[in-house]
């Protein structure tokens, strides 16, 4: 029991602070909570504001943007992204309903079962599970097929990408930094390179696919509407690596090549 003169705090019992009726005491008193909200917004109001504009963010566009896509492989991996965003909200949104309740909890005991098995689990496991199944669906619709697919090379050297895809005439021919492929048609990039590890990236195509020397990637690719696409190499290779942009050209198969004259390697001209 407390002595005369306490402030209402007692002994410690276990875990469960008794006040001077022998009753369970608030851990988190309504004046302490009010203070340590103030406290929070003073110190971290910006941090919140700046939280606060990440749904704004992630409606930017441009080129290089993901959330924009142009094909069916860069919807799949908008899809998923969306998808990882919101699993994540939930998590997010549990684990702080689980706080919040813990510190209005005023030292009441509840049994921890269900909390550690029903939520801390088997939620947060059930959301991790549908999104790596969704994740492993996605993947293996944006693989490669043994069809008759249109198929072009890639090869990336310091710092530079070459490509080889049909001329004018239908026979290949190689490019630099600019790729030329119809709209509307799937297709093959093989992907090779020649000196250290990149990386082949059309964000508004598709997703990333490694460049290894001595080693081919198959990469299947599709611009759904005529354009140009912007390309990059998203691993570092060297002093040269921020130079490593490209560009794919889609144009309408139901009309003439675009000229490609100005992107030919001098030995491989017609």
């Not at 002093?239 to 198969?253: C, L, Q």
Request: proline letters at 6%; glycine letters at 14%.
């Amino acid at each position: 029991m407390a002595r005369d003169g306490d402030l209402g705090l007692g002994v410690v019992e276990g875990d469960v602070l008794l006040d001077g009726v022998g009753k369970a005491a608030a851990l988190f008193p309504a004046a302490f909570l009010a203070h340590g909200r103030f406290l929070w917004l003073k110190g971290h109001g910006h941090k919140a504001l700046a939280l606060s504009a990440v749904p704004l963010l992630a409606g930017c566009d441009g080129a290089l943007s993901t959330l924009a896509p142009s094909g069916p492989a860069a919807r799949d991996i908008a899809m998923l992204w969306w998808a990882m965003l919101i699993g994540s909200g939930l998590i997010t949104a549990l684990v702080l309903g689980l706080l919040t309740a813990a510190v209005r909890n005023n030292g009441a005991r509840r049994s921890e079962r269900g909390w550690i098995w029903g939520w801390g689990l088997g939620f947060t496991g059930a959301v991790l599970v549908v999104l790596l199944g969704f994740s492993l669906w996605i993947g293996e619709r944006m693989l490669a097929r043994g069809d008759d697919a249109l198929r072009v090379g890639a090869h990336a050297a310091q710092w530079e990408w070459r490509f080889t895809q049909p001329g004018p005439d239908g026979l290949p021919v190689q490019t630099v930094d600019t790729l030329y492929i119809p709209a509307g048609e799937s297709f093959d990039v093989e992907i090779t390179a020649q000196d250290v590890i990149h990386s082949f990236w059309v964000p508004q195509l598709g997703g990333k696919m490694d460049a290894i020397p001595g080693h081919q990637n198959l990469h299947r690719l599709r611009a759904d509407t005529p354009g140009i696409y912007e390309g990059l190499c998203a691993e570092f290779c060297g002093i040269g690596h921020s130079f490593m942009r490209f560009t794919v050209v889609a144009y309408d198969p139901t009309g003439p090549i675009p000229d490609m004259s100005a992107d030919l390697i001098p030995e491989t001209r017609p």
